[in-house]
Structures are given as structure tokens and as C-alpha cells.
């Protein structure tokens, strides 16, 4: 008996060879390929027919995809389609792309820690002045990585990686994570990343005991999904509860640091500095306080910018699809109870 074909719906711009790829994984895959423009302008026999659909993160109307049983997203955090209906029909799964650029972030986030603990960003302004301080020694002397504690806040795929990048330096690691009794690393893993056992990490740490963490981290580095549990979840209280010796790396999502709560963290001295790739409105507005705040470098949500991101996105795409054919669990399936 020949098995039913599966219609693949690609609304997302990929090269011949990467969508080759796709219907090599089966003579099962039907593949539909429509890049451009937005879903309601697909026809509608392709739209209504796809089983199985990649977009970046358009969704369509569950009466306009009848037979739709999964859609896999080209971001990480897929916070947008919460609360869709099409999320809530029997059966439906949505996938992010959790984890495939998590070592392209774990080493912007390694590069943030050793950038403030060395004071880079204030070097960069002497140079931009042509000054070179008489009291060089004093003004740069820097917070070493090594023999230091950092704190992850969330220990999904990034804070892992990041936590393997840190062995050399002799860190300890103190991590809050939702579920304490399974260590494992879920969802997708890159060959060689990660901590996929828990074994690189200190102490562990559940998420109501957060000011525990910062009291005792000399950097701070939140690598969360945004939910309702984290949104604001840094605001005047946290600041207050971490050294004022202290540096801050937000790399989750806006929305989970309080700006103003942070503006004037840094202005009074309660922590040294800040990196912040995330913000509560993107783009930052040229008006926003944060461009003149002291000791803040500020990014534009680059950190998990990678040349090679349609390349991971084919490679989990693959994947999943191989699973979904085989009726096997779906990597980075969207969860409604965790939000993420």
C-alpha cells in the first residue's frame, strides 16, 4: 500500500539546494514552494491542502489551512503566536528553532562578560579621545573572568553552552531552572554543544530564588524565554540584591528588564555595567534614556545573528520532518502550559 503523501508548504526564502533537501528526506514529501509576500496571498488550494508548514513567523487562519498539523517557525522564541487558535486544534504542534544558534549567542555572551570585566568599552571611548590615562592602572583595572561566579538565569540551550565556554576559565556557575530533578538538556542540541547531562554547572537554583543568585554573581547573564513568569522580572529589587561590582548581560527577550529600574542602577553605581541585546521596544527609539546611560553597551538585537542561519534552519527543518514522517516527538515543540 503506498503511503499518503505529505504537502510541505515553504514560505520562507531558501536556495534550490536546501529545498532539494527537503524532498530527498522522502518520495512522501510534496513540497510547495511560495517565499514571497504574506500567507493570504498564497492560493488557496496550496495553503488549504499543507499538512506541515515553515514560515518566520506568520500564521494562518485555522479555516484558511484545514489540514495544517504543524507549523515549524524560524525563530527561537515564538512568543508571538501565543494565544492563536490555530495553537489550540487537537493534535496541531508548533516548533521554534530553539538551540540552533545558541553557540553563536553563547559566545556573543562571552564576549560581553570579558568585554566588561576588562573594561573594553571604556578603552574604546579614551581611544576615541586620544587620551591615554596617567592612572591607566587604576581606571582599567578589570573584574577577571577567572575564579569568578556567574550567574545564569534559565539553563536552556544557550546558558549550557555558555557554561561549557566557561570551564576553561574555572568559574562557578549558579543557574535557576525551572525543573530541578531532570537535569537533561531537551529540544535541539548542535553536535558537540551544550551541557546535555547538567554537568557543568554549580549549584542549581529554582526560579523564586533568583536574588540568591545575583547576591552571589560577579556577572549576571539572563538567557530566558519571555513568559509571563519572566516579563520584568530584573527590576529595582534585583538590582539592589547584586554587587555593586557586578556586571549584567540581557540576551532572552524584552520585556524581562525593567529599563527605568536599570537606568538608574547604573547612575547610582548599585552594579558596574551592563550589555543589553534585547529591549523592551525594538528598535531602541533614538529618544530612549538608555543611548546616554553610563557604563551600557547596547546592541541591536544581533546576538544570535549567524551567516549561516538558513543553513541551521534547513538542518532542523530536516530533522523534524524526518521525525514527523516517522511518527516520532517533534524536536522544540511548543509547550502552552512552560509559555516557551
Not at 157 to 162: C, F, G, K, Q, Y
Request: charge should be negative; proline fraction near 7%; aromatic fraction near 8%.
Amino acid at each position: 500500500m503506498t503511503a499518503k503523501p505529505v504537502d510541505v508548504l515553504v514560505h520562507y526564502l531558501l536556495s534550490d539546494a536546501q529545498l532539494e533537501a527537503f524532498s530527498a528526506i522522502s518520495p512522501r514529501v510534496r513540497l510547495s514552494y511560495h517565499p514571497e509576500g504574506v500567507l493570504s496571498e498564497i492560493p488557496a488550494d496550496v495553503i488549504g491542502k499543507a499538512e506541515i508548514l515553515l514560515t518566520a513567523k506568520e500564521i494562518p487562519d485555522p479555516e484558511i489551512a484545514p489540514e495544517l498539523r504543524w507549523v515549524q517557525f524560524s525563530y527561537a522564541g515564538i512568543e508571538f503566536a501565543v494565544g492563536h487558535p490555530l495553537l489550540k486544534r487537537s493534535g496541531f504542534r508548533a516548533t521554534s528553532l530553539s538551540g540552533t544558534a545558541s553557540p553563536k549567542v553563547a559566545e556573543y555572551a562571552l564576549m560581553a562578560l570579558l568585554s566588561l570585566g576588562h573594561k573594553l568599552p571604556m578603552m574604546v571611548q579614551y581611544q576615541g579621545k586620544k587620551i591615554w590615562p596617567p592612572d591607566r592602572w587604576k581606571r582599567f583595572q578589570s573584574a577577571e573572568l577567572r575564579g569568578s561566579t556567574v550567574g545564569l538565569l534559565g539553563y536552556g540551550s544557550i546558558a549550557r553552552e555558555l557554561a561549557r565556554l566557561l570551564q576553561p576559565f574555572s568559574v562557578e556557575i549558579l543557574a535557576t531552572k525551572m525543573d530541578l530533578m531532570d537535569l537533561s538538556e531537551g529540544g535541539y542540541i548542535p553536535e558537540g554543544t551544550g551541557d546535555p547531562n547538567g554537568d557543568y554547572f554549580t549549584r542549581l537554583y529554582p526560579p523564586p530564588a533568583i536574588r540568591s543568585v545575583l547576591k552571589e554573581s560577579d556577572f549576571v547573564v539572563i538567557c530566558l524565554p519571555l513568559t509571563d513568569e519572566t516579563r520584568n522580572l530584573i527590576g529595582s529589587r534585583e538590582f539592589e540584591a547584586m554587587k555593586p561590582t557586578a556586571y549584567l548581560v540581557a540576551l532572552g527577550r524584552g520585556g524581562q528588564v525593567d529599563e527605568d529600574a536599570l537606568l538608574h542602577a547604573l547612575r547610582e553605581k548599585h552594579i558596574a555595567g551592563a550589555v543589553l541585546d534585547v529591549f523592551n521596544t525594538e528598535p531602541l527609539p533614538q529618544e530612549s534614556t538608555l543611548w546616554g546611560a553610563p557604563n551600557l553597551v547596547i546592541t541591536p538585537h544581533i546576538a544570535g545573528d549567524t551567516g549561516r542561519y538558513t543553513d541551521l534552519i534547513v538542518e532542523l527543518f530536516s530533522e523534524n520532518l524526518r521525525r514527523y514522517l516517522a511518527d516520532e516527538d517533534l524536536l522544540n515543540v511548543y509547550d502552552p502550559e512552560k509559555g516557551y
